[in-house]
């Protein structure tokens, strides 16, 4: 049981080339999110899906698209990566009980020059 | 003004002593409260939850929320090296059907043996 799982876990992206963070989880949740986490910043939503077919703007959705391509799967991509985007990328996966606890990935580190 | 304020620290402590961390709100809404622990280089884990006002209790740690001043506080006792970390305060409302998290922007503990 792998829990959530992340790739890459670091890239370097030139200014306005494009990529894809892959997100995996096996815990069987319906709820999937894209968080960024920048120092000063805490935890910002980018995107979030509430379950498979569905995906919907969190916080800071500008810039950034997603995929829900399965009930596992949940993908983020950047189309013309800019500074300001680079952070700390993590996926979460929730499920349904009182808690709805989120449990994270490792964390992406992306950094645009 | 922020939703959730945490102020940031860094917090250092000896090994052994009693740790106060907290957060204020200032939406009444939250009906969920929850600590996430981020140890260096990781995704955030929860380590606490809970959505009354009062103290929960779990081994050394424990949370207390005061929703009449908008507050909630985690104290750790004895603590330990392995405590070191970011501690991350959240909480949860309804929001249009989806169960919207809110985080603080973390409070960095060192505590040194």
């Known amino acids: 049981n792998a829990g959530v799982t992340q790739t890459p876990k670091f890239q370097v992206l030139k200014t306005g080339q494009s990529m894809t963070l892959q997100c995996a989880q096996d815990m069987n949740h319906n709820s999937m999110y894209w968080y960024r986490q920048d120092p000063g910043m805490g935890l910002r939503l980018i995107y979030y899906?509430?379950?498979?077919?569905?995906?919907d703007k969190g916080e800071v959705p500008n810039g950034y698209n997603v995929s829900r391509l399965n009930k596992r799967e949940f993908s983020l991509r950047l189309e013309s990566a800019a500074p300001s985007q680079t952070s700390v990328y993590f996926c979460?996966?929730?499920?349904?009980?009182?808690?709805?606890?989120?449990?994270f990935g490792p964390g992406t580190r992306l950094t645009v020059t | 003004q922020k939703e959730v304020e945490q102020d940031p620290g860094p917090l250092s402590v000896p090994e052994g002593a009693i740790v106060s961390l907290n957060c204020t709100y200032s939406n009444s809404a939250f009906q969920y409260f929850m600590w996430y622990r981020q140890y260096s280089r990781k995704g955030p884990e929860l380590l606490m939850y809970?959505?009354?006002?009062g103290n929960k209790e779990d081994g050394r740690f424990t949370a207390q929320v005061d929703k009449s001043s908008k507050y909630i506080s985690l104290f750790i006792r004895d603590s330990q090296p392995s405590d070191s970390a970011t501690y991350l305060c959240?909480?949860?409302?309804?929001?249009?059907?989806?169960?919207?998290?809110?985080f603080g922007t973390g409070t960095k503990l060192q505590v040194i043996p």
């Open positions: 899906s509430a379950s498979e077919g569905t995906t």
């Open positions: 809970t959505y009354s006002s």
């Open positions: 959240a909480m949860r409302k309804n929001s249009g059907g989806y169960q919207k998290v809110t």
């Open positions: 979460a996966s929730s499920g349904t009980g009182v808690s709805y606890e989120q449990y």
